[in-house]
Structure formats: structure tokens, C-alpha cells
């Protein structure tokens, strides 16, 4: 059948750019600890079988002993600790997801407002293609700047597109992808990177403008007005 699927879920960044004490991850949004949004749609997404979350050392025990309990979520969860980078707590999440799965949807803590129908779509490209992220095109004119605020140069922004998460992969691509790009010191702020990379072709589905990464202050704000538009049906 081929069709277990494990949701990674990186949550052990430390939130430097928010310049709060607290990692982002649990700066509460709409009340809730910010990583809980995403957990509470894998959770509720048919297609994941399991889910692993990988947090901060410091917080591992508030996770373990409070925060998945008062969340009732119905499908086995596993708390890693993460590491240093992104990519090493990615890497240290895919050690800890079951032999028996056959994909791993990555999906970003900091990515509250992925949707079921997202985690669907992915997990359907993956299925067919083997690698799948979602994705959604560029709609701005695109500058390169130098570090003294001048622009050098204009892109086309024919064919470029922000990657976003949820990212899925075949399991044993993703390993073998994150081992290699271990092993020759690449530096990747994507799971699609690092597959690429090896000659792999990886497919984009749509994403959505809402499915934004919340990463400094403002995006709380904009976090809160989403989640207002959607109370009142209403899409921003
Ligand atoms: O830093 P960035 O915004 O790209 O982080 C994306 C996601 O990766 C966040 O959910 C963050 O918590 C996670 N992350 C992680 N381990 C790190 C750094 C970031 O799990 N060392």
C-alpha cells in the first residue's frame, strides 16, 4: 500500500529574530502555544499515522509531561530533542520516526495556518512523484540588494516561487538526502534542498498566502488577523 506517513514537525529553534525569552514556538497565538495550531491539524489530517516533534532540550519535559497531554491528540506522538540547526533537528526527528512508515511530511512549527487539505494534496504529490512541497509563486518584483541598500540587480520573476511547508518525501529520499548533505557540509534552510541536490526531482503543489512562517514580531500580528478573518469565514 505504501502509504504510512510520519509528520515531523521542527519545533527546537531558538526564535532569535522575535527577540523574546520564550522560543517562539510557545509565544501563545489566538491563546495557544504557537506550535499547537500546527499539531492540532496533523493531528486531525487522516493521512498521518504518526507525529514526531523535535523541541528544544530545555523544553522537553514541559512538551513530554504537559503540553501533548492537555492536547488529547488521537495518534502516537514521539518529543525528540533537537539540534543546533534546522537541519540537525530535522535529522535527529528522522531517527525517532517508526520503521513501518513509508513518507515523512516535514512541516514547520512556526507554519500555524497549514490546512487538511494542504497536508492532503502534499502527501498525494508525494505519493505519485516520491518528493512533493508546497509552494506558491512569486507576485512581487524581486531586487538583489547589497548589504548597503543598493540594488544590483532585477529578477525575473517568471517561474520562481516561495517554498513553503508541509515537505514530503519517500523516507528512505529524506535520509538519504539529510546523510549526504551531512557528510558535504550543505548548509539547507529547506528538506527540498537537500533533495534536490542529489538529482531528485521534487514537485510543487499550491500553498496558500495564509500559510505564512511566523518569525519576527509583526507576524503575530498578522497571525491574529488571520485567525480573526477565519472565525468570521472570511479569507485575507
Ligand atoms: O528558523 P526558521 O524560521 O527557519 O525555523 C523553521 C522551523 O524550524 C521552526 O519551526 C523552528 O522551531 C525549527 N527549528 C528547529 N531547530 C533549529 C532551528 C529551527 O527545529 N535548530
Known amino acids: 500500500m505504501g502509504s504510512r506517513v510520519a509528520a515531523l ?11 523574546t525569552e520564550v522560543p517562539k514556538q510557545f509565544l501563545t497565538l489566538g491563546g495557544a502555544p504557537l506550535l499547537v495550531h500546527a499539531l492540532r491539524i496533523l493531528g486531525a489530517a487522516d ?22 497531554p492537555s492536547l488529547g ?27 513501518d512508515m513509508d513518507f515523512v511530511l516535514v512541516h514547520d512549527a512556526a507554519r500555524p495556518f497549514v490546512t487538511v487539505e494542504m497536508v492532503e494534496q502534499a502527501v498525494d504529490a508525494a505519493k505519485v512523484h516520491g518528493a512533493s ?22 529578477l525575473d520573476r517568471e517561474g520562481l516561487w516561495l517554498a513553503q511547508t508541509p515537505q514530503v518525501f ?10 549526504k548533505g551531512e557528510k558535504d557540509g550543505v548548509e539547507a534552510t529547506d528538506d527540498a534542498f537537500l533533495v534536490e541536490r542529489l538529482g531528485y526531482r521534487v514537485w510543487v503543489v499550491p500553498g496558500s498566502l495564509e500559510n505564512i512562517k511566523i518569525t519576527k514580531p509583526e507576524d503575530r500580528l498578522m497571525g491574529e488577523a488571520i485567525l480573526a478573518a477565519r472565525a468570521n469565514r472570511m479569507s485575507i
Open 9 to 19: 514537525v521542527p519545533a527546537a529553534g531558538q526564535g532569535a529574530r522575535m527577540g
Open 47 to 68: 493521512v498521518v499515522t504518526e507525529i514526531i516533534l523535535v523541541v528544544p532540550k530545555a523544553d522537553y519535559g514541559y512538551c513530554q509531561q504537559e503540553l501533548l
Open 73 to 99: 491528540l488521537e495518534k502516537p506522538i514521539k518529543v525528540v530533542m533537537g539540534g543546533a540547526r534546522r537541519q540537525d533537528s530535522v535529522r535527529l526527528g528522522l531517527q525517532a520516526v517508526s520503521p
Open 133 to 154: 512541497i508546497v509552494a506558491i509563486p512569486m507576485r512581487d518584483t524581486v531586487k538583489r540588494v547589497t548589504p548597503d541598500a543598493v540594488i544590483q540587480s532585477t
Open 170 to 179: 519517500r523516507i528512505g529520499l529524506l535520509v538519504e538526502a539529510h546523510q
